[in-house]
């Protein structure tokens, strides 16, 4: 999902800025300080692809058992300080999943009074 901010980025050379956060009804210095952090959401980035590589690896060697918490804790076994919540949104993001052992719970049988 692109933001308004990319958006206003994106045009800022055919409108000016003022005009397009008005219209997208976005502060300008909200715009600004968006602007300012494009160097650290990119490293951000670089550093969830590296840590994709690693949960992959991880994710693998388990047979594609593992889910968020075990994968952190080999991580973390490995000497990677990392936490539960950002392997869970890592995975979640490049679709990396485990194996569900539970069946579902059925609690309504259809046509049974």
């Known amino acids: 999902m692109r933001s308004r901010f990319q958006f206003v980025d994106d045009h800022r050379n055919t ?5 397009l956060c008005q219209v997208l009804d976005v502060n300008r ?27 992959r690896e991880v994710h693998g060697e388990s047979g594609g058992a593992y889910g968020s918490p075990r994968i952190t804790a080999e991580l973390r076994e490995k000497g990677r300080r990392v936490n539960e919540k950002r392997v869970a949104r890592i995975m979640r993001t490049f679709s990396i999943t485990g194996i569900r052992l539970r069946r579902r719970v059925r609690t309504t049988v259809p046509g049974c009074e």
């Open 15 to 19: 409108y000016e800025v003022k005009r």
């Open 29 to 55: 210095s909200s715009y600004y300080k968006w602007l300012a952090g494009t160097e650290a959401r990119a490293a951000r980035q670089r550093e969830d692809r590296i840590l994709a590589e690693e949960i």
